[in-house]
């Protein structure tokens, strides 16, 4: 495979992780997921901790779950949101370093 059809497929894969996280609410989300461990928060926790109603949340934690960022760990009834992004996060840094090694053959 050539290398501009091979970054622009890591670039389509990552997409949807870079859309995620480029908005400042599901920043701010990942980083009281971050903050609250390895056990999760549900959406009522997490609305407690924004500006945003319960519907909001929600839709933000779907968009982040269908990026890869987030899982489910349910307990009974309810449904926690847990920081889960190890894969994705491997995924973007190959794509970092696939552009990093580019940009060094320019020599600047």
Not at 11 to 18: K, M
Not at 26 to 39: P, S, V, Y
Not at 41 to 68: F, Q, W, Y
Request: glycine share 4%.
């Amino acid at each position: 495979m050539n290398l501009s059809k091979e970054m622009s497929e890591r670039f389509s894969y990552c997409a949807p992780v870079l859309v995620a996280i480029s908005d400042p609410l599901r920043q701010q989300i990942l980083t009281i997921l971050l903050h609250n461990g390895k056990d999760g928060l549900n959406v009522n926790d997490i609305t407690a901790e924004l500006d945003l109603s319960r519907p909001a949340v929600s839709h933000h934690m779907l968009i982040l779950k269908k990026a890869g960022l987030v899982k489910i760990r349910k307990v009974g009834t309810r449904n926690y949101y847990v920081l889960d992004p190890k894969k994705r996060l491997g995924e973007l840094k190959e794509l970092i370093a696939m552009l990093d090694t580019e940009v060094k053959k320019w020599n600047l």
